[in-house]
């Protein structure tokens, strides 16, 4: 059976959504933990009773694995993960990667895939290094292209097949790339090869590439940002439309005596305080968790509660439209992710076209709430308010006669008539009081009527000592008056 996926609710490029594979399906965002049958910190059963519907583990490790190659064969991987939830596998693309080849064809990887009962299959794609050069990123994309063509012949358009959009970091190639994977029919799409991105806070370019690739990939696709693991990026991948991360970190960091949480990590020796919730971090002390025998595991269980609670806020957050504001929560952590927020705010009009229409609230959160998609659709709209010859807009709460058309002044939104006083994002959006960068915005909001109503006078009074950026930003378009 194929693979599907249905969008419910909406917020900036994010969605929330239901993803079906087989008989099994799940609600997205997700987090699928990765499991590694030989080192497993957590059982797959334990997964189950935290809340995870699915997980993901990789089918050359099972290939290659002298304990548990003939003995997957005969179960399949769910019962011999003991997990009845969906479980994706991987090819062995990721070791490709890292050890430049693996002994097995394309085909023979999703044989095998199809063959242990996996409900999701990935093909042998090349993830190609962020250091490629653009003709060996062209050559590598051309040839998962063409092993994803093959999959589609060999198995036909109803397997569960997923099709994975590499490019390295060259934003064309990305998008040319989504094109294609679309094209041939795949309704999965893993955005491949950003792990080294990620591992070196290289979060801008993870931003162009990703919004490179979600231009062209079917909406109707559901997104996997592949080896997304740290807690806090997830809010801003899932802005872009990601809508599966996959987790090794929760383990890779217990290892390492790392303790996440959704905003950075902490060497928990250096912690003397547990910050969490987490029945780990509420059960025992910094001091019994650092000196604890079973310390990796106990780790382990609080990274993954901490990174499932955290893909449970990010959906509550799209359901309410509220994710431009956990975003900009997550993105001041760390002066990379601020910098991939600004590039992701710089996208703004192409996210504006996947935005809803109404949300719960706008919360006022600095400078950088003035380029969001609601404010920037908002001013948009303006052009189609039909306005008299005469326009006052009132920035004071003073009233007026003799006009055409009274309006009234949000920033930074701008000028609205008393018809959208209710309603969103005039009515329900809270700000603190003026400054200079939402006055700004709202000033371009006044210049974009006064430009959209050219046979109209638009008239402004009551900025009082904000006339300056009235005059930097509206300049002679519209008048000023006392
Ligand atoms: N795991 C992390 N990145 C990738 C990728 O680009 N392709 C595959 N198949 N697995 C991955
Ligand atoms: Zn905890």
């Known amino acids: 059976m194929a693979i599907t996926f249905e969008n419910l609710d909406n917020d900036i490029a994010g969605r929330t959504g239901k993803l079906g594979a087989g008989k099994k399906v799940i609600k997205t965002p997700a987090l699928l933990p990765v499991i590694n049958p030989h080192l497993m910190l957590v059982t797959p059963k334990e997964l189950r009773a935290m809340g995870v519907e699915a997980l993901i583990t990789n089918a050359y490790i099972f290939s290659q694995s002298g304990q548990y190659s003939e003995q997957v064969r005969q179960e399949g991987l769910h019962r011999l993960l003991d997990f009845d939830g969906l479980i994706m596998t991987d090819s062995g693309s990721f070791q490709l990667s890292v050890y430049g080849e693996v002994s097995i064809t394309n085909e023979q990887t999703l044989s095998y895939q199809r063959d242990i009962g996996s409900d999701i299959w990935v093909p042998l794609d090349i993830p190609t290094s962020p250091d490629a050069d653009r003709l060996t990123a062209e050559r590598e994309l051309a040839i998962t292209v063409e092993r994803l063509r093959e999959a589609k012949e060999l198995f036909g358009n109803d397997a569960p097949l997923a099709g994975p959009v590499q490019g390295g970091i060259f934003p064309d190639l990305r998008e040319k790339a989504g094109k294609e994977v679309g094209d041939l029919g795949f309704s999965f799409c893993p955005i491949g090869a950003v792990v080294p991105l990620m591992e070196a806070y290289r979060y801008r370019e993870l931003v162009e590439v990703v919004i490179a690739a979600k231009r062209t990939i079917p909406r109707s696709s559901c997104v996997h940002l592949f080896g997304a693991g740290h807690p806090s990026m997830f809010a801003l991948a899932a802005a872009m439309g990601c809508d599966l991360f996959d987790s090794a970190a929760y383990a890779l960091y217990a290892k390492d005596g790392r303790y996440l949480t959704s905003h950075g990590s902490f060497k928990v020796d250096e912690l003397t305080d547990l910050p969490c919730a987490c029945t780990v971090c509420r059960n025992r002390t910094a001091e019994e968790l650092k000196s604890a025998h079973d310390r990796t595991r106990l780790l382990a269980l609080h990274n993954l ?21 956990l975003v900009d929560d997550r993105c001041r ?3 990379q992710l601020l910098s991939a927020y600004w590039e992701l705010l710089g996208s703004n009009a192409e996210l504006e076209a996947f935005d809803r ?45 003799g006009y055409d058309d009274v309006l009234f002044f949000k920033p930074p939104f701008g000028p609205y008539p008393v018809e959208l006083k209710e309603t969103f994002p005039i009515g329900p959006s809270e700000i603190p009081p003026w400054n200079v960068a939402m006055i700004r915005q709202g000033c371009r909001g006044i210049r974009m009527l006064a430009e959209s109503h050219k046979e109209s006078k638009i008239m402004v009074t009551g900025l009082g000592s904000w006339n300056k950026i009235f005059w930097e930003e509206v300049g002679n378009t519209a008048e000023l008056i006392e």
């Open 305 to 325: 509660a901490v990174t499932l609670a955290e893909i449970a806020r990010i959906r509550q957050a799209i359901t309410d439209g509220t994710l431009w504001e």
């Open 333 to 335: 952590n760390h002066p």
């Open 357 to 401: 229409a109404s949300k719960r609230r706008f919360f006022y959160r600095g400078e950088e709430s003035c380029a969001r998609t609601e404010v920037l659709r908002y001013q948009h709209q303006l052009a189609r308010l039909r306005l008299g010859e005469n326009v006052l807009v009132v920035c004071d709460a003073r009233h007026r006669e």
